[in-house]
Antibody, heavy 121, light 107 residues
Framework: QVQLVESGGGLVKSGGSLRLSCAASGFSFSDYYMGWFRQAPGKGLEWVAYISGSGDTKHYGDSVRGRFTASRDNAKSSMSLQMNSLRAEDTSVYYC??????????????WGQGALVVVSS | DIQMTQSPSSLSASIGDTVSITCRAS??????LAWLQQKPGQAPKSLIY???SLQSGVPSKFSGSGSGTEFTLTISSLQPEDFATYYCQQYNSYPPTFGQGTRLEIK
């Protein structure tokens, strides 16, 4: 069965850096776009980044572009989100997700359990 | 960016009821509209993609309809496990955007 497990969350000071990881299993990892999303405490969902199956194509939300970098290691069935220049408003639970295929391309079919990132000022 | 607006923001219903949630897009998204369910302290769960197609394992009590700018999620025969927050998401164009959520509570 498809499983996605995030790790690497924690407390970091404003201006600092953190790297999240997402370990995937149960499917052919390199065949799928993957995504990062986040949810601030008590708020709704926000898209952060997408990365293609090969890792060659990446898209980022305006609020993180230039500060966050998505990457993946298909040999290890894992992807990462390097977060630099963190701000208090980046405080959120970060979710990784597998994007669907064909008509579901662009939306998540499986979600990880989430990793909490707290940026202190 | 395409703005997604859900109504109502909250909804109270009883066990066994059928409820509907509406999602309106600020511009057309064709059929590329998804619905998600989220329970407190849990990750989202994807229910529907492409307006009306159920994700694997999702029961048929969930149904979606609509096109263009107006979409509806209908949940029939409400059970305790259905009380949650529901989000719509458009994925027709970048950036993908979500509605603000509809909280479904037990009456």
């Amino acid at each position: 069965q498809v499983q996605l497990v995030e790790s690497g969350g924690g407390l970091v000071k404003s201006g600092g850096s953190l790297r999240l990881s997402c370990a995937a299993s149960g499917f052919s990892f390199s065949d799928y776009y993957m995504g990062w999303f986040r949810q601030a405490p008590g708020k709704g969902l926000e898209w952060v980044a997408y990365i293609s199956g090969s890792g060659d194509t990446k898209h980022y939300g305006d609020s993180v572009r230039g500060r966050f970098t998505a990457s993946r290691d298909n040999a290890k069935s894992s992807m990462s989100l390097q977060m630099n220049s963190l701000r208090a408003e980046d405080t959120s639970v970060y979710y990784c997700g597998r994007l669907g295929s064909i008509e579901a391309a662009g939306t998540v079919d499986y979600w990880g359990q989430g990793a909490l990132v707290v940026v202190s000022s | 960016d395409i703005q997604m607006t859900q109504s109502p923001s909250s909804l109270s219903a009883s066990i066994g009821d059928t409820v509907s949630i509406t999602c309106r897009a600020s511009q057309g998204v064709r059929k590329y509209l998804a619905w998600l369910q989220q329970k407190p302290g849990q990750a989202p769960k994807s229910l529907i993609y492409a307006t009306s197609s159920l994700q694997s394992g999702v029961p048929s009590k969930f149904s979606g309809s609509g096109s263009g700018t107006e979409f509806t999620l209908t949940i029939s025969s409400l059970q305790p496990e259905d009380f949650a927050t529901y989000y719509c998401q458009q994925y027709n164009s970048y950036p993908p955007t979500f509605g603000q959520g509809t909280r479904l509570e037990i009456k």
